[in-house]
């Protein structure tokens, strides 16, 4: 079965210091992946994805993140955190082998920026 | 260019009742999905349509279906409703099927009493 694990409800970080958002996944054929950011009463906002090639993809904002495939991990990093970073973000994976073209999401991670 | 819209924005209805909501994907923008987000969770797949027709569906009951029109807009309707469908319902459109990313719209607010 599919499935998308972010191990941390909340990461907390200061304004200025690096910053790490953990993702794990499960599929049967190979992954796509992507990490969306949530703002409050607002819709998912993409981030960016890793579909093949380079194990390191960069996106929106100044966030990127590593695949690496023997430990199913793509965690989502920022070299300086801002205090704008304070959202919701939310990993999700499609199995290229299932038809549906469906993303599974992970339960979320809260990220703090204090100043 | 304008981002994927929804319509409504919030909606309070009773147990029982019947709901529709409405999708228009970015311009150009041939697959629709629909998302169902509790609060607390992060979206669950509901249903994909890719020109027209479904592609793909979630483990959600005969009670949610929807359709995609001729323009590629999208509507999901809700028979029956429960307390528990209470959630943000979020659509999600992309050029086409595959390695395209999904963008959302800002989802309906669904609320039952």
């Known amino acids: 079965a599919q499935s998308v694990a972010q191990p941390e409800d909340q990461v907390n970080v200061a304004e200025g210091n690096p910053l790490t958002v953990k993702c794990t996944y499960s599929v049967s054929g190979n992954p796509y992946l992507f990490w969306y950011v949530q703002y409050p009463n607002r819709g998912l906002q993409f981030l960016l994805k890793?579909?093949?090639?380079?194990?390191l993809v960069k996106g929106s904002y100044g966030f990127e993140a590593e695949f690496n495939k023997s430990q199913t991990s793509f965690h989502l990093k920022k070299p300086s955190a801002l205090v704008s970073d304070s959202a919701l973000y939310f990993c999700?994976?499609?199995?290229?082998?299932?038809?549906?073209?469906?993303?599974?999401f992970g339960s979320g991670t809260r990220l703090l920026v204090r100043p | 260019d304008a981002g994927v819209t929804q319509s409504p924005t919030h909606l309070i209805k009773t147990r029982g009742q019947h709901v529709t909501l409405r999708c228009s994907p970015i311009s150009g923008h041939k697959s629709v999905s629909w998302y169902q987000q509790v609060l607390g969770q992060g979206p669950q797949f509901i249903f994909q349509y890719y020109e027209k027709e479904e592609r793909g569906r979630g483990n959600f009951p005969d009670r949610f279906s929807a359709r995609q029109f001729p323009n590629y807009s999208s509507e999901l309707n809700v028979n029956a409703l429960l307390l528990g469908d209470s959630a943000l319902y979020l659509c999600?459109?992309?050029?086409?099927?595959?390695?395209?990313?999904?963008?959302f719209g800002p989802g309906t607010r669904l609320t039952v009493t």
């Open positions: 999700a994976v499609r199995d290229m082998m299932d038809s549906s073209y469906k993303l599974i």
């Open positions: 999600a459109s992309s050029p086409g099927q595959s390695i395209y990313e999904q963008y």
């Open positions: 890793y579909i093949t090639g380079d194990n």
